[in-house]
């Protein structure tokens, strides 16, 4: 089975402060992609990465930048966070290729920004 | 304009019903996939289903089937039976051949089904 693995589910912190979500994929998967998940806003792509060290800006990258120094772990940074990032963000990855390719999703992560 | 349409921000069925989500989509290209994902209150997305543009058959998978009329560009799930399970938030999504990059799918904004016992 596919296994896409995020470091937390939920998460507190202050304004201002630097968050690291991190997240891991055992499937060898080129593509990974970072998504902010509001109500009613449905997911919106924050950044992507196709190869190692390769990052490409999404629909909504203002606040945020990644890492990937490895193929399997992907990293979404706030620098310093703020309340209107507080959010649901999910980690998913696929292969690169293809209109086929399915996209497999972690458990996400209900942050707080307070 | 949106790419992917979900008009049905929630949908009730009761229980062992069948009922359907609608998604119409917007594209020019002949290729294309569609997929349907589950989520239920937990947040984990859940891959359900895959239509390719050029498949000639409805997908099924169980109890989920894709309507797909392609002239009409719509794409709805159907559920069969629904249970108490099938509780969950609904997304559509498409994946096109990228103009110069990766293959970055498009979702709709989602519909809630509640099902009753």
């Known amino acids: 089975d596919v296994k896409v693995t995020q470091s937390s589910r939920y998460l507190v912190k202050r304004t201002g402060e630097k968050v690291f979500l991190e997240c891991v994929q055992d499937?060898?998967?080129?593509?990974m992609f970072w998504y902010r998940q509001d109500p009613g806003l449905g997911l919106r792509l924050i950044y992507f990465?196709?190869?190692?060290?390769?990052?490409e800006k999404g629909d909504i990258p203002e606040g945020y930048s990644v890492s990937r120094e490895k193929k399997e772990r992907f990293s979404l940074i706030l620098e310093s966070a703020s309340t209107n990032q507080t959010s649901m963000y999910l980690c998913?990855?696929?292969?690169?290729?293809?209109?086929?390719?399915?996209?497999?999703f972690g458990p996400g992560t209900r942050l707080l920004v307070l | 304009a949106q790419k992917i349409t979900q008009t049905q921000p929630g949908m009730f069925v009761q229980e062992k019903e069948a009922v359907t989500l609608d998604c119409t989509y917007d594209?020019?290209?002949?290729?294309?996939?569609l997929f349907w994902y589950k989520q239920p209150s937990s947040g984990e997305m859940i891959f359900l289903i895959y239509?390719?543009?050029?498949?000639?058959q409805n997908a099924t998978e169980g109890r989920y089937s894709l309507n797909f009329q392609k002239a009409r560009k719509s794409a709805n799930l159907v559920i069969s039976a629904s249970q108490l399970g099938d509780s969950a938030m609904y997304f559509c999504?498409?994946?096109?051949?990228?103009?110069?990059?990766?293959?970055?799918?498009?979702f709709g904004r989602g519909t809630s089904l509640i099902v009753h016992p």
């Open positions: 594209t020019s290209d002949p290729s294309y996939g």
């Open positions: 999504a498409m994946r096109e051949p990228p103009s110069g990059g990766s293959y970055i799918p498009t």
């Open positions: 990465s196709y190869d190692v060290k390769m990052k």
């Open positions: 239509q390719g543009s050029y498949d000639q």
């Open positions: 499937m060898d998967h080129e593509n």
């Open positions: 998913a990855s696929s292969h690169l290729a293809g209109i086929w390719e399915t996209q497999y």
